[in-house]
């Protein structure tokens, strides 16, 4: 295979007018007559939604012919635990993007749809509510002949859902999806919606199986102590390190054509040493960076608060870890930890990001999906954030909220009190601690079966 073919986007937006749409063909069993028969797969996009893989099976022998579509998008870092409160009929129109993968439940009426049960969907919570009454209604009448028990019972269920339907009383709809692909419509974007939430979890190994993941299952080794390192070998040992650029193959996660990722050891000024990640695809020109903390989580977590009052404020560096948050009260607007990632950037690089991602990231929020409220809301709002970036807009507060005590902001004052930046150490709460997983391990008698 060519250089040139390896670098190509796997996944390509589709034209009538493309000559080579490179379909790939694969001799296949054919299950009818047990003759060989012919697969057909196209990598494609659905604009403002995701990658997806057309397969399309006939059979030469028997006349067999059958066509699916599978998702072909990646599985996120994490997965994602999307909460709404359902209070009336506009909540019921919400967008919902539900994955192969999402589990969606209704703990007030004890109501499950178990993931890959149905196929990935775009959809409405009313949708999902009309679909299931529908799919318990069908068999309905059969079963009234052979089980008038049990015919009873799923037409008392389906009444429930029918007032559920017509929101009669409060609900709350749980969505869980380990693949982190499932989305509910903000009905207040780009503002913060107080009937939804979104929560970004580390997945389990049975998670990691059921997306199709799964790590080398490692035999215990018992391996013979070695000598422990003196503290000169330990410091030669760390400069190399962080005079070395070190380089390793990943996929773009853009097009997830093959690339090259550059990683780096460095110090940042008055705190800490962070690992920096950065990414360049050569195939769709798409760049990224990310950081990671080199000093694990801090005792406490860090709440930095600047007023913005004059241009150069915008150029001071800001290290935003991945667990942190991000608000700007003046616009009423906060972004919660993971949605950026960990970025080391200036103060206008970071709101640049914000402001794209928000464009870009959920289809809900663009294209044909959005609604013309929806957009002329996205309207106002990057107007608002256009002045902030530009410094026309001074007076606007920047918060920086990092449980794990691992994001920085530069004080241009160093080492001196910066008098427009406020840094405040606090205490971590049960809840912050479950979101940094801390509630769960063991710090001490560990290797002590309990």
């Known amino acids: 295979m060519s250089t040139e073919a390896t670098n190509k986007p796997v996944f390509r937006d589709l034209q009538a007018d493309d000559a080579e749409p490179e379909i790939t063909e694969i001799s296949s069993l054919c299950f009818n007559c047990g003759e060989d028969g012919m697969t057909r797969l196209l990598l494609t996009k659905i604009p403002f939604y995701k990658e997806i893989i057309l397969m399309s099976f006939e059979c030469g022998h028997c006349g067999l012919k059958n066509n699916e579509v599978q998702s072909g998008d990646k599985i996120q870092e994490k997965g994602a635990l999307i909460q709404v409160s359902v209070t009336s009929t506009k909540d019921l129109n919400r967008q919902v993007i539900k994955s192969d993968y999402a589990t969606v439940n209704i703990p007030e009426i ?23 009454i529908a799919g318990l209604e069908q068999d309905q009448p059969a079963r009234r002949a052979l089980d008038p028990d ?52 580390e997945r389990n190994k049975e998670q990691n199986h059921l997306v199709g993941i799964y790590e080398e299952e490692l035999k215990e080794i018992k391996e013979e102590e070695e000598e422990p390192k003196t503290q000169a070998e330990d410091d030669a040992s760390h400069d190399t390190l962080a005079d070395e650029v070190l380089h390793f193959g990943t996929n773009c996660p853009s097009c997830n054509a093959p690339c090259e990722t550059n990683m780096k050891l460095t110090s940042i000024p008055y705190f800490k040493e962070v690992i920096i990640m950065a990414t360049n695809c050569d195939a769709c020109g798409h760049r990224t960076n990310e950081v990671k903390s080199g000093s694990g989580i801090n005792e406490k977590g860090v709440k930095i608060t600047l007023r913005i009052t004059d241009l150069i404020d915008l150029s001071r560096d800001v290290l935003k870890s991945e667990t942190c948050s991000l608000s700007i009260p003046e ?66 507060r920047i918060i920086l909220e990092d449980p794990a005590g691992n994001s920085y902001l530069q004080n241009v004052y160093a080492p001196e009190d910066d008098p427009e930046m406020e840094i405040v150490y606090y205490e971590r709460t049960f809840e912050d601690n479950e979101e940094l997983g801390l509630n769960d391990m063991k710090l001490e008698n560990y290797s002590e079966n309990e």
């Open 110 to 132: 004890e109501f499950e749809i178990p993931p890959q049960s149905k196929r990935g969907e775009i959809t409405t919570i009313e949708g999902i509510l009309s679909k299931c």
């Open 150 to 201: 049990s015919a009873e019972k799923i037409d008392t269920f389906i009444q429930v859902l029918k007032d559920t339907k017509r929101c009669e009383k409060p609900f709350t709809i749980v969505i869980d999806d380990p693949s982190g692909n499932s989305y509910v419509e903000n009905l207040n974007a780009p503002l913060v919606d107080p009937a939804l939430t979104t929560t970004h979890y």
């Open 331 to 396: 616009l009423d607007f906060e972004v919660g930890a993971g949605t950026l990632g960990g970025k080391f950037t200036t103060l206008e690089g970071l709101l640049v990001a914000m402001k794209d991602q928000l464009s870009g990231q959920n289809p809900l929020m663009c294209g044909d999906s959005a609604t013309s409220t929806l957009k002329e809301q996205m309207k106002h709002f990057n107007l608002k954030l256009d002045d902030i970036i530009s410094g026309k807009s001074l007076g606007s």
